[in-house]
């Protein structure tokens, strides 16, 4: 795949990243995690992404990082579960740092993001204060917030995170019309997350309780014309190729999804006529969307 230039950083991403929330799970095995990215690495993708909140995530990034550190850009996430600190303070910030380093058994963190934190938690002050020391140590090269919405609004009007992960898709394009073009503007990196929404056309029936949920409601709502063996090719070329978003991260613990996955993307851009037409699906139904959400 090609590379993109992430914000105004000497940092090269593919557009396409690999969220490594599935290989932190009990039911893989090590051996199993191990295939999955060696197999997004050969294939072209450079930007992993985790967090601590990931099972056993950070850990098996670690065994595979050993001999191919520098092909990698890493992100992951902090603020919590640091053993002795409150969540989301300095102490939590700095020690999940620092777990990380030793988990991953790495110098150094590419993008270290605070994981979705309330704005109130922002306005403290010391989640940043101790991200921005921690870059200032050479611990972290970047560091980043995770989040969406008013706490994203936020964290883009500091003026102090060098790049942004936050929701981008079909079915929850509001942040295309404010925060992304504003932290475009700033030419600074973005991290699509759930690029495909969570694939809410694999359910027949509404998936009570589940994440994907709200995306499955909205799916209902708009009116995409799409035969079903093209969702994921819409979905996924939708948000990968808007302007502004530097890579896309999708999680997977199947080699042949990722292999599925980039051939999609290598079809490039949808036409500009289809992307003015999902657009503006969205923008009739959004007020709608917001009073139910």
Known sequence: MELRSFGQTDIQV???GFGAGHIGSDALSDQEASRVLHQALDLGIRLFDTARGYGLSEKRLGHFLKQRRHDVVLST???YDVPGAKDWTFQAVAGGIDQALLTMQTDFIDIIHLHSCSKEILAQDDVIEALERAKQAGKVRLIAY???????DYAVKTGRFDSFQTSVNLYDQRVLADAVPEIHRQQKGIIAKRPIANAPWRFDTRPVGQYV???????EQLDFPLEESSWLETALRFTVFEPGITSAIIGTANPEHLIRNVRLLEQGPLSTARVADLKRRFQEQDQNWLQQT
């Open 14 to 16: 593919s557009p396409l």
């Open 77 to 79: 996430k902090v603020g």
């Open 146 to 152: 995770s989040g969406d919405r008013d706490d994203l």
């Open 213 to 219: 949920e709200p995306y499955w409601e909205r799916a």
